[in-house]
């Protein structure tokens, strides 16, 4: 993880971790020596984010969701599976009946608070990276985005390549961005050389099924 982390971070940078989660990736950009906002509005997942970060004076904890507008959100929580809840209603549509996704219940729902990368930005600082992973509600949060940063990460599913192609879409509208991609979790880039958002949505959308989901690397052009 640290290796590819690696490729867009180095000591003295910020990073956005946006749906940390439990803090894999903010851990690992710590190892690498860069300063962590990290959001994540579940309960659970935001206590373990502060029993292991919450006295390291490098990263900031925002129990928080990421979207499009100021205010708050319904949170669908997945109680068996925490890593898979979500503020998109479409994306729980898409995982009724597809392979692979037949267990998953999302059983409860919660108000959270909610923000936009540009309140991040404008309270915290441009960052020279931005990880999103929120589980179908990656292009609400790129619509909360105006700046063109150095690097952004998304993650995608093939239960909601639609989601996939507005982000691409978005992030041209930005800056001229070139693009990469990792499967799962190979930590390991599928091109040798970045590619246009063209050559990544057709990668994307020929992507079988089973191959589940990835996170996609854009990278600022000079």
């Excluded at 860069?34 to 925002?62: K, Y």
């Excluded at 915290?124 to 949060?141: L, N, S, Y």
């Excluded at 499967?183 to 959308?205: C, K, N, P, Y």
Aim: aromatic letters at 8%.
């Amino acid at each position: 993880m640290d290796a590819l982390y690696a490729n867009f971070l180095k000591p003295g940078d910020l990073a956005f971790d946006i749906g940390a989660h439990v803090g894999d990736r903010t851990s690992s950009f710590r190892r690498l020596g860069a300063r962590v906002v990290a959001l994540e509005p579940q309960p659970g997942p935001a206590r373990a984010l502060r029993l292991i970060h919450g006295r390291d004076p490098q990263v900031t904890l925002i129990q928080a969701a990421c979207g499009d507008h100021e205010g708050s959100i319904a949170l669908r929580i997945n109680s068996a599976n925490p890593t898979v809840s979500t503020a998109s209603a479409a994306f729980i549509g898409a995982a009724r009946g597809a392979g692979g996704w037949e267990e998953q219940v999302w059983d409860r729902e919660i108000t959270v608070p909610c923000t936009r990368l540009d309140t991040l930005i404008q309270r915290h600082g441009r960052p020279d990276f931005v990880k999103i992973d929120v589980e179908g509600f990656e292009a609400h949060v790129l619509a909360g985005l105006t700046y063109a940063l150095p690097t952004v990460s998304f993650e995608f599913t093939t239960i909601q390549r639609d989601v996939a192609e507005a982000c691409l879409a978005l992030l041209e509208t930005l800056g001229p961005y070139r693009f990469n991609l990792a499967l799962g979790e190979s930590q390991r880039l599928d091109f040798a050389e970045a590619v246009d958002a063209e050559t990544m949505g057709g990668h994307i959308r020929a992507l079988p099924h089973q191959a589940n989901s990835g996170d996609v690397y854009a990278v600022l052009s000079a």
